[in-house]
């Protein structure tokens, strides 16, 4: 069975530009998670969705956006690139049942801004 | 306050040596807990589930207290591939199927 999958795995951008990074979760989740990774820090949470909604965010400028597409998959645009957003972006997708299950990541796309 | 914390470290142990994290969070309604792995520039993987009882897998053990809202990992015999950050992960029932991350903490294990 396949897992979560991301794309594209880098993604080199200009400030300025606009960047959009795709995931698909694994047959049958219905909630992805996206996170931002910068280099030696922590996971910074950025969005939920579930059933095709946004069910949170995180505290990051309205320029970090994000839907989710009927067959569950999802995509993230991030907007007039700053040199911070340089980081590993993480998506996972999980079950979603009131008894809690676990996620599971994708590979993460590295964007690299410059 | 952060919702999960977490000791960042870094833990530095020899070979062999048993060490143990704790995680503390803070929405009494959670109720499902995880303990996730992750090596350096890689995505997070499970390395366990956290159930009421404590639960043991190999050289990992992991419990819960609930009234103290904590819970802890503890490795036996730490081997060189142990090294890793370590992250607690809590789901907010209350609030769908909500997961949160502590920061992780950092294990170096030395020769």
């Known amino acids: 069975e396949a897992g979560v999958t991301q794309s594209p795995t880098h993604l080199i951008k200009t400030r300025g530009q606009q960047a959009t990074l795709r995931c698909s979760p694994i047959?049958?989740?219905?909630?992805v998670y996206w996170y931002q990774q910068a280099l030696g820090l922590g996971l910074q949470f950025l969005l939920w969705y579930d059933e095709g909604e946004e069910r949170n965010r995180g505290n990051f400028p309205p320029r970090f956006s994000g839907r989710q597409f009927p067959n569950y998959s999802s995509e993230l645009n991030v907007n007039a690139l700053e040199l911070e957003d340089s980081a590993l972006y993480l998506c996972?997708?999980?079950?979603?049942?009131?008894?809690?299950?676990?996620?599971?990541f994708g590979q993460g796309t590295r964007l690299t801004v410059v | 306050r952060k919702e999960v914390e977490q000791d960042p470290g870094p833990f530095n142990v020899p070979e062999g040596a048993t060490v143990a994290f704790n995680c503390t969070y803070s929405n009494s309604a959670s109720q499902s807990f995880f303990w996730y792995r992750q090596d350096c520039r890689k995505e997070p993987k499970l390395l366990m589930s956290?159930?009421?009882s404590g639960n043991e897998d190999g050289r990992f053990t992991a419990q819960l207290n609930r009234a103290s809202q904590y819970i802890s990992l503890l490795i036996r015999d730490s081997k060189l591939s142990d090294s890793a950050t370590y992250l607690c992960v809590v789901n907010r029932n209350n609030a769908g199927n909500m997961l949160t991350f502590g920061g992780g903490t950092r294990l170096m294990v030395k020769p």
């Open positions: 047959s049958g989740h219905t909630s």
């Open positions: 996972a997708s999980s079950l979603t049942q009131t008894g809690g299950t676990e996620a599971f």
């Open positions: 956290v159930y009421s």
